[in-house]
């Protein structure tokens, strides 16, 4: 049971728009910075977007990302086939701990 | 280009303790913290603690203390170890660093499988 919340999964056409969302609390998503990794199988994570909407340098704008409240979201635009992956939101909490989501399965159909 | 490279047993039998090392290279392992994650096949990430090179330690309240990392700032190296293993430790486990104990983890390692089986 993740701490973060986020849907299983989410798919769409080649080109469309997928929105993945974070919900989270007070005491984390709420006070502290949100960060989205994208993990395709058999390799380790990889950091995308940081401070909540801050792009990585090398990361497509196709993907953005915003929080509001206790919750956040990474919009993917354009969806590509190699955006198929696991897409992972992690923040810290006030309770002294880093907490993830679940994570979201993206299918480009 | 910095690099992160995990290494130690493949298998560990429960009960007995799981020992890992994180060796940094292309970059100095002062002024950022390091920590280690994990993540059990087929399912999402867990956070286990972080080191800062001053060895300041924080870790996941949930692994009931099982947990200690250590830093050799000598060799550019940092530690897990977690002991009293069940089958439920069994988990792909990567070391990262991230600039503050904020979760943005720029380097990972590969995250190599342990299992924890008799």
């Known amino acids: 049971q993740s701490v973060l919340t986020q849907a299983s999964s989410a798919s769409g056409t080649p080109g469309q728009r997928v929105i993945i969302s974070c919900s989270g609390s007070s005491s984390n998503v709420g006070s502290n910075t949100v960060n989205w990794y994208q993990q395709v199988p058999g390799m380790a994570p990889k950091l995308l977007i940081y401070?909540?909407?801050q792009r990585l340098s090398g990361v497509p704008d196709r993907f953005s990302a915003s929080k509001s409240g206790s919750s956040a979201s990474l919009a993917i635009s354009g969806l590509q086939s190699d955006d198929e992956a696991h897409y992972f939101c992690?923040?810290?909490?006030?309770?002294?701990?880093?907490?993830f989501g679940g994570g979201t399965k993206v299918t480009v159909l | 280009q910095v690099q992160l490279q995990e290494s130690g047993p493949g298998l560990v039998e429960p009960s007995e303790t799981l020992s890992l090392t994180c060796t940094v290279s292309?970059?100095?392992?002062?002024?950022?913290?390091w920590s280690w994650i994990r993540q059990p096949p087929g399912k999402g990430l867990e956070w286990i603690g972080y080191?800062?090179?001053?060895?300041?330690?924080k870790y996941n309240p949930s692994l009931k203390s099982r947990a200690t990392i250590s830093i050799d700032t000598s060799k550019n190296q940092f530690s897990l170890r977690l002991n009293s293993v069940t089958a439920a430790d069994t988990a792909f486990y990567y070391c990262?660093?991230?600039?503050?104990?904020?979760?943005?983890?720029?380097?990972w390692g590969q995250g190599p499988l342990v299992t924890v089986s008799s």
């Open positions: 401070s909540n909407d």
């Open positions: 080191v800062y090179y001053t060895r300041t330690t």
């Open positions: 292309g970059g100095s392992i002062s002024n950022y913290y």
């Open positions: 992690a923040s810290w909490d006030d309770s002294l701990n880093v907490v």
């Open positions: 990262a660093r991230s600039n503050g104990y904020n979760p943005a983890f720029h380097y």
